[in-house]
């Protein structure tokens, strides 16, 4: 009985490796771009990454992205409701707490309630579905806002080491945003990070330790910070990181810093 117990738990270590294994596990240095404002059939990028979003992107543009050879990741906000999306009814009453300042329609949720939790568990199953590689999971830092919930740093932590293990066994890559001060707790399961302001608000070193993990800092700064776009693309290859320039409503529009 002992012997047989001992070979199924080995059994179940070996397959959980492989589910892990199977996961893609972009290195540093891939270029990257991300549209969100609009869904576009046609996507126009050298960007080896493209960041769209889950909801609103059609099946046949993933595909078509996926024939140049590009990775395609799926974004989904982790820690919010928003009064658009086609699952916003799934959300109990009791976990969608204060409004998400600057964003209208948009609320933080509970992420310690399970309904929360199953509720991103379907969002992945999309993004898998939807024949995405990664997910870019956004508003994961709500024990640093006024939510409306008593959400402390461990719970964030938990949350995301949550959402990291539920995309790796959909064979999907995940992402840090933006929340990098948390990155010492959770590094090992991130497999890639993304922040957006980082130039612009002086922290695009925190990053640092991404990319000594071989694993992309894909940092994205905007317009209308007004920055010198010369010095972010500085800044980015003495980092290693890999730089966009956008219009904050994320459209098809980019600048690429030159190679």
Not at 88 to 111: A, H, L, T
Not at 147 to 174: C, M, N, Y
Not at 188 to 194: H, K, Q
């Amino acid at each position: 009985m002992i012997r047989r117990l001992a070979c199924a738990l080995l059994m179940l270590a070996a397959a959980t490796a492989a589910a892990t294994a199977a996961h893609w596990r972009p290195p540093a240095g891939m270029t990257f771009s991300i549209i969100l404002s609009v869904s576009p059939a046609t996507v126009n990028t050298s960007a080896q990454v493209v960041d769209l979003d889950l909801f609103e992107t059609r099946y046949s543009t993933i595909a078509a992205l996926k024939r140049q050879g590009k990775r395609v990741v799926c974004y989904l906000s982790a820690g919010s409701w928003e009064n658009w999306r086609p699952d916003r009814n799934r959300f109990p009453k009791s976990v969608i707490g204060k409004n998400y300042d600057g964003w209208p329609g948009e609320k933080w949720v509970d992420i310690r309630a399970e309904s929360v939790k199953n509720i991103m568990k379907a969002r992945m199953d999309l993004c898998k579905l939807k024949g995405f590689d990664g997910v870019d999971a956004d508003n994961v830092n709500g024990y640093q806002q006024d939510t409306g919930f008593r959400i402390r740093r461990a719970d964030s932590v938990a949350f995301l080491r949550f959402l990291a293990a539920e995309a790796h066994k959909r064979g999907l890559a995940f992402g840090l945003k933006n929340t990098t001060e948390l990155a010492r707790d959770v590094l090992p399961l991130m497999d890639f990070a993304v922040t957006e302001d980082c130039f612009g608000q002086g922290w695009c070193a925190q990053s640092r330790n991404f990319i000594a993990a071989n694993k992309p800092v894909f940092a994205i700064e905007y317009t209308d910070n007004h920055i010198s776009f010369p010095a972010f693309c500085q800044q980015a290859r003495n980092l290693g990181l890999s730089p966009i320039y956008k219009k904050r409503n994320l459209d098809t529009w980019e600048k690429r810093c030159p190679p």
